[in-house]
T-cell receptor, first 116, second 115 residues
Framework: AQKITQTQPGMFVQEKEAVTLDCTYD???????LFWYKQPSSGEMIFLIY??????QNATEGRYSLNFQKARKSANLVISASQLGDSAMYFC?????????????FGQGTRLTINP | GAGVSQSPRYKVAKRGQDVALRCDPI?????LFWYQQALGQGPEFLTY????????KSGLPSDRFFAERPEGSVSTLKIQRTQQEDSAVYLCASNLIAGDYNEQFFGPGTRLTVL
């Protein structure tokens, strides 16, 4: 079974609009972390935001916020006031604490295109 | 400060050749990871080091893949007898503290093309 599912292969949004990128996850571990990374065409993975499974509040980092719904096992990324530079691939990832696992498990990604 | 660096950035190999990909993590980072990213896919875990110890190599796809980090800093991923399905971007990442939920810092990747 897929651990991380991103159901939107591509998204097109007008500049200055808000956009939500979907992510659902599957784990039986009560302790886990959820990450969002941005990958521009240059290829480097850029960390955006982190949410811990025990965090009571949704994470926010500038224009990025994470809509964490634990019961639904979803961790959607919200980008407010989108900019042309936000055009990139976006990956949701999870790290489980089970057996001290350190690796990140990534979804398939969503390609976001911001139109002027 | 310098981030994670990788070399070469691009590598073209003929099928059957051996290749070596280098990763220089951020100075002082304990943990080092290798991921493989096929075209249009998310990165997939290959292997993980804590200092010089390789603690997880469950993602290495075959015994042709070998990774080392002998002094706990620079790491090399070696692929022997390359095959076309090895064509991918190989990403290296590091983080400061083992066992913590801090972010992994990624390098720019090495794009390997096997002809």
């Amino acid at each position: 079974a897929q651990k991380i599912t991103q159901t939107q292969p591509g998204m097109f949004v007008q500049e200055k609009e808000a956009v939500t990128l979907d992510c659902t996850y599957d784990t039986s571990d009560p302790s886990y972390g959820l990450f969002w990374y941005k990958q521009p065409s240059s290829g480097e993975m850029i960390f955006l935001i982190y949410q811990g499974s025990y965090d009571q509040q949704n994470a926010t980092e500038g224009r990025y916020s994470l809509n964490f719904q634990k019961a639904r096992k979803s961790a959607n990324l919200v980008i407010s006031a989108s900019q042309l530079g936000d055009s990139a691939m976006y990956f949701c990832a999870m790290r489980e604490a089970l057996q001290g696992a350190q690796k990140l498990v990534f979804g398939q990604g969503t390609r976001l295109t911001i139109n002027p | 400060g310098a981030g994670v660096s990788q070399s070469p950035r691009y590598k073209v190999a003929k099928r059957g050749q051996d290749v070596a990909l280098r990763c220089d993590p951020i100075s002082g980072h304990v943990s080092l990871f290798w991921y493989q990213q096929a075209l249009g896919q998310g990165p997939e875990f290959l292997t993980y080091f804590q200092n010089e110890a390789q603690l997880d190599k469950s993602g290495l796809p075959s015994d042709r893949f070998f990774a080392e980090r002998p002094e706990g800093s620079v790491s090399t991923l070696k692929i022997q007898r390359t095959q076309q399905e090895d064509s991918a971007v190989y990403l290296c990442a590091s983080n400061l503290i083992a066992g913590d939920y801090n972010e992994q810092f990624f390098g720019p990747g090495t794009r390997l093309t096997v002809l």
